[in-house]
């Protein structure tokens, strides 16, 4: 039998030394090595190398929304390699699981969004929107339309498009070139979104992007008009209207997409994370069926934007079997009915703890908020000890913002929600106790 510790310690050292970790502290990984190493997941449940099992409240990056484990879409992974693992989606080529998935999406996408074009994931999803943008008012003969504005606190990839559109300042801060013609505005406010609209000229500006509830920023959540004001700006302006739905789709909000909570379409969607509940890298756009006629009508050339993965058979196979199961198993439906579970089970804990200010919730995207009083944040000591007490979550503290913030997978039932506001409350007694 392999000793856990010498493994655990093993390769401990190997990632230190080797493994240069996406957003992530690097003092901290020098001095400590990874707080776990996974090995298993199973539901709700991730389990390390020594064999600590915690509840994933982040569906690790709020992406597992049909939780950890599900064999089939290792069947459905499978059948397809052992098929046609690879073949190409240029110029003429296609596949079959492409292709059906492509029709789903048109199936249960809102409105009129019929027509998807296939990334890896979500930064590739937002920059691949800002580019079609940009092309589509190329081919309206308006090719001084190239400004994308976007919100503050946003948050939407890490590509050089995607980050220069991100909000939250640090992120963009880490490179000191970014990409021309990206704006932003004032988040959660139409009418600032008309101010710099005005501002900075309609006749300049190709879109505005936002993210139906903001995730990385903090779990921020629009009032109900917000999105149709934004609608009908986007319309008097001549302006197109990207929503970034990669946390937001398939389920997380207890609707099937974010913008359904608001009755609004938008021009263009994007979409990656919970499309395949992270069981295989894919993201896409998706574009209105007017935006593709456009394309269609107006376009001579070849249409030069395409990754060597768009449209990956594997990966597409597997999204299809990802939606089947979300729509089997009422996912949806049971992120909307355990959101409110979790939202009364974050007033229990406001009630019960005075670290504890504003909580919010929209389906299974959560936010505690905690009163640290302009001092140190506590909200990274808070997830440390949940972690330590069998609870994974995040602290948001951009801005200012003292936050912690939770997405469980949509399988959580009842008593799992119990078990994480349990761990949480302790958590936060503990760090209270301490001060
Ligand atoms: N948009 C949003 C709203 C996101 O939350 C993320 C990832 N957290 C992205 C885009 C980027 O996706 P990816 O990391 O798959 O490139």
Redesign the pocket.
Known sequence: MRNVTNVNQELSELDKKHFLH?TSPIKQQQEHGPAFIFTKGDGVYLEDVNGNRVIDGMSS???VNIGHGRKELGQAAMEQMNELAFSSCFATFSNEPAIRLAAKLAEITPGDLSTTFFT???????DTAYKLARHYWILKGMPQKKKIISCEK??????MG?TSATGLKPFRDFTNSLAPDFYYTEHLSAQALRETIEAEGPETIAAFIA?PV???GGVHIVSEDYFKEVRELCNHYNILLIT?????GFGRTGKAFGMEHYGVTPDMM?L??GITSGYA?L?GVVLSESIHKDFMERSNGTLLHGYTYSGHPMACAVALRNIEIIENENLVENARNMGEEMLKGFQWIQGERDLVGEVRGLGLMGAVEILSQGKEPLAPAIVNEAASRGLICRSVVFDNQDTLVFAPPLTINKQEVEQMIEILHDAIHAIEHNL
């Open positions: 996406p990056l709020w992406n890896s994931g979500g930064s590739e999803s937002n946003s948050y939407h990839g890490v590509a995607a993210e903001q995730g990385a970034d739905e990669v946390i937001t994007c990656a994370k890298q993201g």
